[in-house]
């Protein structure tokens, strides 16, 4: 049975496919085009990323990157579908499931969503607890760190996680774990969630950068 990472890696490819080349995403400023070279070079190339922060290798770094954009858009999609090199950290199966199961959850909705007549996806519950696990993993949790107020994360019948802890009153974010995925990482418009507690701090919190 493929894990969620890769059954998401799949979901993902077939919004790519439906999609076609240039259509617009949730990502600012990117297309499919720019999500499909974004998604091979992070898996494949992820050296590139690296050298681009050097300023000696930064002009090699766009070049390569630039060769990897130029390929054929149904070429690159295939080749995120068939899953990174074996010699990629990404295909690791620890690596996959901890970096990767977010990364492709949420950029499927960024294709999906930018469009119109969405629907969010019925997931698996075994997804969604897995989807779970990592939002309230310390990582994501670090992402909620520019919020001035505490924050609470709650499914549907559950009780509230604190993920991160302030003096004073602080919220509740509420929805499904997907949901809370795409709101933790700034894809607020279209995350469908509750966000409970005082009006005060539910303003506050409300005004806060988010991951984009």
């Known amino acids: 049975m493929p ?39 992070r898996e494949n190339r992820p050296h590139l990323r690296v050298a681009g922060a050097i300023a000696p290798l930064r002009e ?34 620890k690596v996959d499931g901890l970096a990767n199961l977010l990364e492709h959850f949420v950029h499927c909705e960024d294709v999906r969503r930018a469009g119109e007549g969405w629907a969010p996806r019925k997931l698996p519950s075994d997804r969604q607890a897995a989807i779970w696990k990592n939002v309230t993993s310390p990582f994501v949790k670090a992402l909620m760190r520019r919020s001035p107020v505490a924050v609470s994360l709650q499914v549907p019948g559950g009780e509230p996680v604190p993920v991160l802890r302030r003096e004073g009153p602080g919220v509740v974010l509420r929805g499904e774990p997907g949901e809370l ?14 966000i409970l507690g005082p009006e005060d701090a539910v303003a506050r919190f409300r005004e806060a950068p988010m991951r984009t």
Do not use: M
Request: glycine content about 6%; hydrophobic content about 40%; aromatic content about 8%.
């Open 3 to 41: 894990s969620h990472s890769a059954a998401e890696r799949q979901a993902l490819a077939d919004a790519l496919t439906e999609a076609g080349p240039g259509a617009p995403t949730l990502c600012a400023g990117w297309t499919t085009t720019d999500l499909a070279v974004h998604l091979v070079v």
């Open 60 to 93: 090699w770094s766009q070049r390569q990157e630039a060769a990897v954009a130029g390929r054929p858009y149904p070429d690159l999609v295939s080749t995120f579908r068939n899953g990174p090199a074996r010699t990629s950290p990404f295909a690791l199966p």
């Open 181 to 194: 995925a795409l709101y933790i990482f700034g894809r607020k418009d279209q995350a469908q969630i509750e």
